[in-house]
């Protein structure tokens, strides 16, 4: 089994049956399902009707799905690395339209697949993920929670409305990780702020966490360079003697709103 492709596959009926029920698919809904691995989830999905597009990078896994699937019309196999996929729905369904995402993750890349999926979540209808319970604690963290908030949990919150569905032993996989799991159920908020400005947002979050344990009014200014009066004495209402790990979701937004007052896009 390649242990290099996070593969643990799940086992347990109950676990399956709550995240095709989770997910709450219709009769020929697009869904991408994100690694397959040997199709348990994908069976689940298909019966619920989905027009099911699988993304797994594991050449030995892809011939076995395509003789498990070979009779279904609404399977596609498409084998590629996940981060390296246009996940437009024109690529992966032929047609335009909102699409689920399902996935029981490989977790050696939950973080770089969630920051992906949340640039994606024009494209979403919503998203039923089990991931690390580490990673669902940090989704839904606050300012309280410490270390388990960061740029992953303003990013995450800003984009989506989040629901722990429910915690997942080790045991339900074959063979078992080494930690603990969870299911999380995410749908996309009402933008906030059109497409580029949301993409520039995003990238703020990114940069503000890097220098966590810094003051953001010096974080700000190596980043943004000198900020005229108006604007930096606004700024210092807001966060003076403030590090990015103290500011909420909002306050991030209201930070970065002042940074680009008068923007444009
Ligand atoms: N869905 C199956 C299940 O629940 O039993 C398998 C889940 S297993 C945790 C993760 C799957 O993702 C494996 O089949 C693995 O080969 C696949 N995978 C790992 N990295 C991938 C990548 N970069 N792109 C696509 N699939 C990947």
Do not use: W
């Not at 997910?23 to 399902?33: M, R, T």
């Not at 348990?40 to 011939?63: H, K």
């Not at 429910?166 to 159920?185: H, Q």
């Amino acid at each position: 089994m390649g242990k290099r492709y996070g593969q643990h596959f799940l086992r347990s009926p109950a676990v399956l049956e709550a995240i095709a029920a989770g997910a709450e698919i219709g009769p020929g809904e697009p869904v991408l399902e994100i690694g397959p691995g040997e199709g348990a989830l994908t069976e689940r999905l298909l019966t619920a009707g989905a027009d099911v597009a699988a993304v797994e990078i594991d050449p030995a896994l892809c011939v076995k799905l395509r003789e498990r699937f070979a009779a279904v019309s609404r399977f596609r196999l498409i084998e590629a690395d996940v981060l390296q996929l246009d996940l437009s729905p024109q690529h992966l369904f032929g047609s335009a339209g909102l699409y689920a995402v399902i996935a029981n993750l490989p977790y050696y890349l939950t973080t770089p697949l969630l920051f992906r999926l949340i640039a994606e979540r024009r494209r979403l209808s919503r998203l039923v993920l089990m991931v690390q319970r580490e990673i669902a604690t940090r989704l839904v963290a606050s300012p309280r929670d410490g270390k388990d908030y960061g740029a992953l949990s303003v990013a995450a919150q800003h984009t989506f409305r989040m629901k722990r569905l429910l915690d997942v032993p080790p045991g339900a996989f074959r063979p078992p990780p080494k930690v603990d799991s969870a299911v999380v159920r995410f749908v996309p908020r009402e933008p906030q702020l059109p497409p580029a400005r949301e993409a520039r947002f995003l990238a703020y979050v990114k940069a503000m966490f890097i220098h966590r344990r810094k003051l953001m009014l010096g974080n700000l200014k190596r980043g943004y360079g000198p900020l005229d009066g108006e604007r930096l004495a606004a700024l210092e209402r807001l966060i003076a003697g403030r590090r990015a790990d103290a500011l909420t979701p909002e306050e991030h937004l209201a930070v970065f709103e002042l940074l680009h007052e008068g923007a444009g896009t």
